[in-house]
Structure formats: C-alpha cells, structure tokens
C-alpha cells in the first residue's frame, strides 16, 4: 500500500487532517446539559466533550473511567484561570488578541475542511480508490510453509533422511522443532509473502515446487529449517472493509489538496522574504508532486 502522507505533505496540509477529528458539532438537546457551574457560569455536556477531545492525548495514560472526571477538573481550572486573566485585563493584551485571531482562523479552517471536505467524501469514491489502488498493485506471490526448526546440522539431516525414507512431516514436526507454535501445528506457518520472513529462509522456501521440503537443511540465525511447501498463490488483496478507512484517507487528501489549490489559484499571495518565499514554493511543488504521482 502506498504512504498515505510524508514529512512535506503534512506539513504542506497543515492542521487539515488533525482537525478533521474534532467534534462536528454542538447542537443536541443532550449536549447542551448543564453538568456543572463555575461561579454561576453553566459548563455544558458539550463543552465537556470538546475538552476531551482536545486534550484527549494530555489524558491518554488515565484509566478511561477516569478520563471524563479529569476533562472537568481541567476545564474548571482553565474557567478559574479564564476569568482571572479578564479581571487582570490580559485578555486586552496585543500579543493575546493576536493568538485569539489565529485559533478562530484554525477553527474555521477546521470547519471548512469538515463541510467542504470530510462531509463530500462518499462511500462510492472510497470504494472506487480501493478499485483503482488494487488493479495498480502488482502481482505478489507468497507461499504457504511448514519447517522443523533445530538446533544443529546434524539433526536436521537426521529428520531429512526419515522424510526420505516416509516420515510424516507434521509428526515429524510436532516432536522435533524447537519452534513453540509449530510443535502443536506440525510447523505450520501459513502464507507469507516477500519480506516476511528472514532472506536465506524465503529464497529456500520461494524456490521449492508445492509438495517438496528442502533436501539441504536452510541455516538462519535461529538454527536449522527443514523447509516444505505446501501451497503458493498470489497474495490475496485485504478486504475492503478492512482498509476502508486508509482508503477513506486517501480520498480526503486529495480532496484537500484541490480546495487548497483552487483557493490559492484564486489569490494573490505575497511573500516579502525571498529565502521564506523560496522554501515555501519548494515545499508546495513537491507537496503538488506527490499528489499528482497518486493514482
């Protein structure tokens, strides 16, 4: 599957994927519920889920029983420190109005992205990336495996000369390999493809005919293999409902990228500092790269 986003890109993209994953909206009757009051000032079942949200990492560590009792004593203390700051008159602060302008900017951007990206996105697109992405996949072949694994060279001759001679390489297996899930198995392994396993194992094992079990014991650094083959295929493509939301992903992405670009296409944007000017342009043209090299 190919990387859905890399340093530049996500960068590139800023705070689009991030917020994409805040609350949606505030509207029931359910979340407009009083739970608690800061000197007379109501905080609501809403406002306590955007608290969670947003500090959903800072509470990652506590017991999730825990985690809604914590998102309230936070913004309780953020109501406390909220209204001291007023009272001091920091909220009249140059530097302070500043950040506010910035955060509504964020929170628009973030409700841009949602009403304008994540909400167009259908389940007919996501299915038709997943169609595209897997016809464009080139073909893998894997194989399905058993072995013996010994300690010595000695003893995995020793096992090749009573498979010559037909014995059971699954008996065989569930008495002699040192590996713990084959002993119960007779050293199944099941399918694995390129990559998998370690190199001197899957050259062995990619080169056998289905049926046959290396003549040679195949020496890893986990000891001695007695490889046999029982099956090769090509690597089956997962399920859609299992990547669906990769490929949701996917979609999303790009779907940023076009509103980026028409909105930017759209204006004039001047940068004074020729360096910054210089590294932004590099960063956009390799972010427009790896968009147009996605199918």
């Known amino acids: 599957m190919p990387v859905l986003f ?5 960068v590139t993209c800023g705070l689009a994927i991030g917020t994409l994953l805040l609350p949606a909206g505030l509207a029931s009757a359910e979340e407009d519920k009083v739970i608690a009051t800061v000197n007379g000032q109501p905080i609501t079942d809403a ?3 955007l608290a969670q949200s ?3 990492q800072q509470f990652s560590r506590l017991p999730e029983d825990q985690r809604r009792a914590a998102a309230l004593s936070a913004v309780i203390e953020i109501r406390l420190m909220s209204e001291k700051a007023k009272t001091d008159g920091l909220d009249k602060d140059a530097d302070f109005q500043r950040r506010m302008e910035f955060l509504q900017q964020r929170a628009l951007h973030s409700v841009v992205v949602e009403a304008d990206v994540a909400a167009k996105v259908t389940d007919a697109e996501i299915r038709a990336r997943y169609d595209t992405e ?5 073909p893998v072949n894997e194989v399905h495996a058993r072995h013996i694994l010994v300690k010595t060279k000695e003893e995995a001759e020793a ?3 009573e498979l010559d001679a037909g014995g059971d390489f699954e008996k065989l297996a569930n008495e002699h390999t040192s590996d713990p899930s084959g002993k119960t198995s007779g ?5 694995f493809g390129p990559g998998q396993m370690v190199p001197e194992f899957e050259t062995a094992a990619m080169a056998l005919e289905v049926g046959a079990y290396t003549k040679v014991p195949v020496q890893s650094q986990f000891g001695f293999h007695i490889i046999k083959v029982e099956d090769k295929r090509a690597q089956q493509a997962p399920e859609f409902d299992q990547v669906k939301d990769q490929f949701r992903s996917m979609v999303l992405r790009d779907k ?3 509103l980026v670009k028409s909105l930017r296409d759209a204006a004039k944007v001047d940068i004074a500092d020729a360096d910054l000017k210089a590294g932004v342009e590099q960063m956009e043209k390799q972010a427009r790269g790896e968009a147009e090299a996605k199918p």
């Open 54 to 56: 947003d500090l959903d």
């Open 256 to 258: 940023y990228f076009a």
């Open 187 to 191: 050293g199944d392994l099941g399918y």
């Open 47 to 49: 406002e306590l889920s």
């Open 159 to 161: 096992l090749v000369k």
């Open 6 to 10: 890399s340093r530049a890109t996500l």
């Open 134 to 138: 897997i016809a464009a996949t080139p």
